[in-house]
């Protein structure tokens, strides 16, 4: 049995360990607060925006030029992988790097894959294997619409300029703090709804200035507030993630302190007793 000091040492760390861990939950229970209902109540904003969008793009006049909405033959793929800056959340980041890797495996074997990468540990990670052709760790730190835009309006350009012929967005997406969804979402081209028969969309909106100027305003601005929802879903799931995965480590090591205390108290007792015997024989061997 181990001797009582480093029983002590023992206890002694792990305690500390649970002071961390425990900080560390309650740290990210108030920042998933803040960051689940942002996403709450943004995504009617969004979804109805997608809506609105496709609905109008139905009846969009076929000589529209829509750059963002051609249809390739798909030999260059870029995935943006959205991952955190940090570790200690179960395997939050490395199911986002899992799936990424299966994803390609599954769907683009033969042809050229890029990553885009938001967020440090999908990069470390990533960048390994695949061509990472920009990083943005530093989203994080003031995560607001118009920081999102920047890298959105960068995404676009690439596809606009013909360098990439599908982009797709590989994020987790938050459903509580216990749950979070690994989602692939297809960013460009727009995934256009097909309508049978024609809309009468004349009938339910006046449109002003006209339709096809509205639509070719709404899809960029579309495209930015998908990016953001989908780094607002992983933000809000990373620290569901690092709050539930604390809260299992505070247990544990609570559980294996009192493991640690008892045994503490039986190595403890156990040398009492191996003392009052040695007492008690030294005791008898001087009487006799």
Sequence with gaps: MANLKEIRNRITSIGSTMQITSAMKMVSAAKLKKAQDAITQMRPYANKLTELLQSLSATLEDDIENVYAEQRVVSKVLMVAITSN????GGFNSSVIKGTVKHIEDNYQGKQVEIFSIGKKGYDILSKNFTVIEKHN???DDLTFNNVAVIAESIMDLYAKGKYDKIELVYNRFKNAATQILTYEQFLPIE???VEGKMNVSTDYIFEPNKSEIILQLI???????????????YASEHGARMTAMHKATDNATELRDDLKLMYNKAR??????????????A???NN
């Design 138 to 140: 530093d989203v994080y």
């Design 192 to 194: 256009l709804v097909e």
């Design 269 to 282: 007792q156990a040398a009492i007793t191996n003392e009052i015997l040695e007492i008690v024989g030294g």
């Design 220 to 234: 960029p601005k579309s495209l930015k507030t998908q990016l953001y929802k989908a780094i607002r879903d992983s």
């Design 86 to 89: 940090r570790g200690l959340c």
């Design 284 to 286: 008898e061997a001087l």
